[in-house]
């Protein structure tokens, strides 16, 4: 094979690559916020005490958190388990990306300690919302926005 006609053929791959590579960057969609959505199941006889935190002291958390910019929104959905191992309550909480997750302890400690005390006292509450619900799990997901 000459030498002109492999310089041929390695342009003509290189572009075809390029070609390949910009089509995979045009994506049907931009990358939005992630979230990160806690799976709970109230204990018997325990969901409107367990509302009743979340519509104090966790509301004050987020709404501090999302002043502070730290956090996009927030939410609290219902759901109808369908066995006991299932959540009842999903809370989601949003962040504008993955690059939020860097150093968030150190953003959110002096907001948990003005609103709640010392980590001591936060722990102690925690474990007193064990009483009244369990979680079940933790799954980080991401929006993807149509274009």
Do not use: I
């Given at each position: 094979m000459g030498t002109n006609r492999r310089l041929w053929i390695v342009a003509s791959l290189a572009l075809a690559s390029f070609g390949f590579r910009a089509a995979a960057?045009?994506?049907?969609?931009?990358?939005?916020?992630?979230?990160?959505?806690?799976?709970?199941?109230?204990?018997?006889?325990?969901?409107?005490?367990?509302?009743?935190?979340?519509?104090?002291?966790?509301?004050?958390l987020m709404e501090a958190e999302k002043k502070a910019g730290v956090v996009v929104d927030y939410r609290v959905f219902s759901a109808t388990p369908r066995h006991p191992g299932e959540p009842d309550l999903y809370l989601v909480v949003a962040y504008k990306n993955f690059a939020a997750f860097d150093g968030l302890d150190a953003k959110l400690d002096p907001i948990m300690e003005k609103l709640v005390g010392p980590s001591q006292k936060a722990n102690a509450e925690f474990a007193a919302r064990g009483k009244m619900r369990t979680i079940l799990g933790e799954q980080v997901i991401r929006e993807l926005i149509l274009k």
């Open positions: 960057m045009d994506r049907p969609f931009t990358e939005g916020p992630v979230s990160v959505v806690t799976s709970v199941r109230t204990l018997d006889g325990m969901t409107d005490d367990y509302m009743a935190w979340l519509a104090g002291p966790w509301k004050q």
